[in-house]
């Protein structure tokens, strides 16, 4: 654990200068821990930011990032030798955030450690055409069933606003839910028909929820936007967008689960790969949760240190009358 200060206000943006002063401090506290941190595939590979801080970076005055696509990258290497801009440079780990009061952080930390999605819910709000067809769902359900995982998919003809009223009425019982649409942050179009936030349904199990949508996570602490209500209503992890990322920018939702299934670590499976250039799309919640079977355990007992036997201890406090 690493003790960091930095700007407060997750619904707005750093500076450039003051993400700078956040990735100094997180690459410090690596150096501190005396293990291989900064190449991918080394010994630290994740880095949690529990944190009310900005969920997006201001580049400039005109181009935004997520925080946690720009974290943990190395300064571009240029052809002559100098130093770049983060921007463009290579990941060393893979980061999430998790935000809220001290309840809320503490559930959607503890959510990621202890708990294995047994349910899905996909949802594709989009057409059967080019290139929307990528992100089919039905595909996607078809991964997670072989997985292991009981599946409900909701695609083609009925993927319209009736279709998700009717599933959302009564909540959703959904441990990793997938969502495709387009729209704004208020906002999400299905085919056909438009929702709002308070249109996400309530949730019976804690969620994991991977939205294709624009903009879902340009406020995520307001409840009066996509990626704000699924948090309010139980979502312990989200991958949102804090702006306008284009469609290409996400991982198709076939690609994403099939990863999940293969117990990609969700900070990594929802990103295109360790090249690609910073991008708007924030990761919510612990990079590490997996899906699958819980690791394999030993049946060896824990050496207990410095202890001592009860009935010998009690004993003695009897006779010296120290009840």
């Not at 993400?19 to 410090?28: K, T």
């Not at 944190?51 to 720009?70: E, F, I, R, W």
């Not at 770049?84 to 809220?100: H, L, N, S, Y």
């Not at 990609?264 to 590490?288: E, Q």
């Amino acid at each position: 654990i690493a003790w960091i200060p930095v700007e407060q206000g997750v619904n707005g943006a750093l500076t450039r200068e003051q993400f700078e002063a956040l990735e100094v401090a997180l690459e410090q506290a690596c150096d501190a821990t005396g293990v291989p941190w900064r190449a991918a595939g080394d010994d630290i590979d994740a880095a949690t930011l529990c944190l009310n801080c900005p969920v997006k970076v201001l580049l400039d005055p005109t181009t935004v990032a997520a925080t946690t696509d720009l974290l943990a990258r190395h300064p571009e290497k240029k052809p002559d030798g100098t130093a770049g801009p983060r921007d463009k440079g290579e990941r060393w780990a893979w980061t999430g955030q998790i935000f809220g009061t001290p309840a809320q952080a503490a559930y959607r930390g503890m959510s990621a450690v202890f708990l294995e999605p047994h349910t899905a819910w996909i949802f594709d709000g989009y057409p059967d055409t080019k290139s929307w067809s990528d992100f089919d769902g039905t595909r996607a359900g078809g991964f997670l069933t072989e997985a292991g995982l009981e599946v409900t998919v909701d695609d083609i003809p009925r993927n319209g606003e009736k279709a998700w009223r009717s599933r959302a009425g009564f909540g959703v019982d959904a441990g990793l839910i997938a969502i495709n649409s387009k729209g704004m942050s208020d906002e999400f179009n299905l085919e056909p028909g438009q929702c709002r936030p308070g249109e996400i349904p309530f949730l019976k199990v804690p969620s994991i929820v991977y939205m294709v949508h624009s903009w879902s996570a340009a406020a995520p602490q307001a409840r009066a936007t996509v990626a704000g209500r699924w948090l309010e209503r139980g979502a312990y992890a989200m991958l949102g967008s804090t702006y306008e990322p284009f469609l290409q920018a996400f991982v198709p939702t076939p690609n994403l689960v099939a990863r999940l299934a293969s117990s990609y670590p969700w900070g990594a499976a929802v990103r295109p790969d360790n090249t690609a250039p910073v991008w708007k799309l924030a990761t919510m919640g612990d990079p590490l949760i997996t899906l699958g079977p819980p690791a394999p355990r030993t049946d060896e007992a824990l050496p207990l240190r410095s202890a001592k036997d009860l009935e010998t201890v009690m004993r003695g406090a009897l006779t010296e009358r120290k009840f």
